[in-house]
């Protein structure tokens, strides 16, 4: 079936550091790609998507490129803030009418000062 | 703010009891989706609305049930509670023509004692 897999946590960087959260997904046909991030004690924000190979989705200084050929989604920032510090959940939607999101386990990611 | 409400923020209950938890779409959405997030489950689609009538049905147990009101609001309603329940469920909702990008309220955190 489809589904998608992350990295384990947790991820410990510095502030100012180079960030990848790698995901990977199984689907049949071309899903939509998402991550979600959730700050401690608060629900899941969209932080940016891709609907089609080789789109790449952005915000905040996040990015991410849809790579059908390795069917990734990895998630990449420059620069990490301590505020970065969040678990990062990558999703998939799309893959019938009901367009129900199918979730990676989430990676936590602490940004040390 | 995404724009997605949902009451009460924390709910404390016994086992055997009912609970219903309840949510408001963002302004426009015509759908909405209730996920649950546990720590040996991850996040779990359960169910899915679409201007009243039920859409896709996921790993929703049989004591669980929802139903979406004519003003769009949706209740998640959990009967004869278990230990076992005790998870962070999440109320989304997307617009029409768009349904695969999805807004997450702040969450309902139900313990069952």
């Known amino acids: 079936g489809n589904s998608v897999t992350q990295m384990e946590g947790p991820v410990t960087l510095s502030e100012e550091a180079f960030l990848t959260i790698n995901c990977t997904y199984t689907?049949?046909?071309?899903?939509?790609l998402f991550w979600y991030v959730q700050y401690p004690g608060e629900g899941l924000q969209l932080l940016l998507k891709a609907t089609k190979a080789d789109d790449k989705g952005s915000n905040k200084g996040f990015e991410a490129t849809y790579r059908k050929e390795t069917t990734s989604f990895h998630l990449e920032k420059g620069s990490v803030q301590v505020s970065d510090s969040a678990v990062y959940f990558c999703a998939l939607s799309g893959m019938d009418s009901s367009y129900k999101l199918i979730f990676g386990s989430g990676t936590r990611l602490l940004v040390r000062p | 703010d995404s724009g997605v409400t949902q009451t009460p923020k924390h709910l404390i209950t016994a086992t055997g009891q009912r609970v219903t938890l309840r949510c408001s779409p963002r302004s426009g959405d015509l759908s909405v989706y209730w996920y649950q997030q546990s720590l040996d489950q991850g996040l779990q689609f359960l169910i899915q609305?679409?201007?009243?009538?039920?859409?896709a049905k996921g790993n929703i147990l049989e004591r669980f049930s929802a139903q979406q009101f004519p003003d769009l609001h949706s209740e998640l309603n959990l009967s004869s509670l278990e230990l076992g329940d005790s998870a962070l469920y999440f109320c989304a909702s997307s617009k029409a023509g768009e349904q695969e990008t999805q807004y997450f309220g702040p969450g309902t955190r139900l313990l069952v004692l």
């Open positions: 689907a049949t046909g071309y899903p939509s």
């Open positions: 609305y679409y201007n009243g009538e039920e859409r």
